[in-house]
């Protein structure tokens, strides 16, 4: 795979069952990003989510971390199918071939509308820019 999402958990988790002693996701992430591939046209990057902490993206040996938007607990819902949000907003961008900062920005938008709302909704027009 050319990219690799998940959450703090999954990555821990995928740590333990690897053997590699350590919970620091964002050592996994670049662990994880460098990871044998059948295909080395590409090099793996790694996307971890974190809930309300940063996003944590591991390429090229180097790990960058990007603020999510930050939510009132009041506003928070329901927190099903953000991690999804997450991923397909990120791709939104990913085809369009913006940048990775625009891919987990999006995503984080994605995520962010999910989690204010009951059940996998979201609103009728979007204000994504």
């Known amino acids: 795979m050319d990219y690799v999402f998940g959450n703090e958990t999954e990555a821990r988790t995928f740590s333990k069952v690897h053997g590699w002693e350590t919970e620091n996701v964002e050592e996994i992430a670049l662990k994880i990003s460098q990871l044998p591939k059948a295909s080395e046209a590409r090099k793996r990057i790694t996307v971890i989510t974190q809930g309300a902490d940063p996003v944590c993206v591991a390429q090229d040996g180097k790990v960058t971390l990007y603020p999510v938007i930050l939510l ?28 990775i900062e625009e891919c987990v920005r999006a995503g984080c938008y994605a995520a962010n509308v999910i989690i204010q709302r009951s059940g996998c909704t979201y609103p009728e027009k979007p204000d994504f820019h």
């Open 72 to 99: 009132p607990k009041e506003k928070l819902v329901d927190t099903n199918g953000a991690g999804d949000a997450f991923v397909g907003g990120f791709l939104s961008q990913l085809v369009q071939e913006k940048p």
